[in-house]
């Protein structure tokens, strides 16, 4: 074999195993939003578990023809509309499966909202803001720290020379969690609280249906996210096994203090593991486990804490947590990231606590007005929640003419 087909023979062995690479990556996080479903299908009640099941799925539909269309050429620059040849081309379609694999990130805005507004919205009209929100809103600011629009997350960025750093998310603590906490908010808020949930100012508890369900929702996100996180290497050749164990070491984190801050809830302990997964993506590539450590135990500390706080002070009915679960610590991970990631802490440095101050700050302040500015026109508009009658037989029901368990109704 002379020189030069031995370097195509090089050149293509690359581009197959970056391809399976990110393939690989882009299915374990697929495999996520199944978690999302159970996760949500767990955290209401029997009347509501249909409807979570078809959210997930149904928005996953939307999010990957919006984003394909849209998003991916906002966030990028690449437009897929030219001839299958030239989408191949010479690396064998490696932006395809790199569209798929930030695909997966994306879908999960509509989804991380699904779980603030469950039992109570309207189905299409939530449909139609996931579309807009993947489509749009989401993929503007994944242009500013990853794609095309150099002004936050890139080396000779706005940023970057005002603080000395670009913002840094590695895996989106801040770009696809906090923004999607943040977005679901507004949502919750215009929407307003259950039928009875509170009654004359006083909290009444809704319980939840299925523990198991929720617990495997749990274990299918934390098993996903090691793709999530290792994976947004891009390449193979760019792989850390510092993210692979930083991931580990702050879910345990998070974990071990849910248990002990909730006094053994099994509700908190699992959403606990991913309040720690949350807050690690963005410094998961320069911190060192023991910062990933206290980084998850400290996620899960406000998650446990502000979720008392926001349904029981503050009245706001966040039927899964989103807002501090996915918002709030995803927010803290990004602030995390410039405080473990110094070189004084044992990280590998490159990382400036302003610049992570004030790129957490951008992603509050998109998603909370976007999100107010699309939930608000929808209510004007169409309306966003079910009827009362819809709402006391359920979303299942009133939506979907079936419930979980059909049988049961013979």
């Keep these: 074999m002379n020189t030069a087909a031995l370097s195509d023979s090089l050149r293509q062995m690359i581009n197959s195993s970056n391809i399976l690479f990110l393939l690989l ?3 374990l996080v697929f495999s996520m939003h199944a978690g999302f479903a159970f996760l949500e299908l767990g ?4 009347k509501s578990q249909v409807n979570a099941l078809v959210k997930i799925i149904s928005d996953w539909g939307v999010s990957t023809i919006v984003y394909f269309i849209i998003g991916f050429p906002i966030a990028y620059g690449i437009s897929f509309f030219k001839p299958a040849s030239e989408l191949l081309g010479v690396d064998q379609g490696f932006n395809l499966v790199h ?5 997966t990130f994306a879908a999960c805005i509509p989804a991380i909202i699904s779980g603030g507004i469950a039992e109570r919205a309207r189905f299409w009209p939530q449909s139609v803001a996931g579309g807009i929100l993947v489509g749009l809103v989401y993929p503007f600011f994944e242009s500013l720290v990853w794609g095309k629009n150099v002004f936050l997350g890139q080396a000779g960025s706005w940023l970057a020379n005002l603080t000395g750093a670009p913002f840094h998310d590695y895996a989106g603590s801040v770009v696809v969690h906090s923004m999607g906490g943040w977005l679901a908010l507004p949502a919750i808020i215009l929407l307003g609280p259950r039928l009875n949930r509170y009654v004359k100012g006083r909290s009444q508890i809704i319980k939840v249906s299925n523990i198991p369900f929720l617990a495997l929702g749990s274990w299918m996100l934390c098993i996903g996210w090691f793709g999530f996180n290792v994976m947004s290497a891009g390449r193979l050749e760019n792989i850390s096994g510092l993210v692979a164990i930083n991931s580990l070491m702050a879910m345990v984190g998070g974990i071990v203090t849910a248990l002990i801050v909730s006094k053994n809830d099994v509700t908190f302990i699992h959403n606990g593991a991913l309040a720690g997964l949350i807050a690690i993506c963005a410094g998961s590539d320069v911190v060192h486990p023991f910062g990933a450590l206290v980084i998850g135990g400290v996620a899960a500390f406000i998650f446990v804490k502000l979720f008392q706080i926001e349904t029981e002070r503050m009245k706001i009915d966040d039927v899964l947590g989103v807002w501090p679960l996915h918002g709030v610590a995803g927010s803290w991970g990004g602030v995390a990231c410039g405080i473990f990631g110094s070189k004084l802490l ?3 440095g490159g990382v400036s606590l302003a610049a992570q101050i004030i790129g957490t700050l951008a992603a509050i ?4 007005i976007s999100g107010w500015l699309v939930y608000s026109v929808l209510r004007l508009s169409v309306g966003i929640r079910l009827t009362e009658h819809e709402e006391m037989i359920g979303a ?5 003419n079936i419930e979980a368990y059909p049988e049961e109704a013979l």
């Design 25 to 27: 990556g882009a299915i």
């Design 346 to 348: 044992g990280g590998l």
């Design 396 to 400: 299942d029901l009133s939506i979907h």
């Design 99 to 103: 569209y798929f694999f930030l695909l």
């Design 365 to 368: 302040v998109v998603a909370v």
């Design 43 to 46: 955290s209401v009640r029997k």
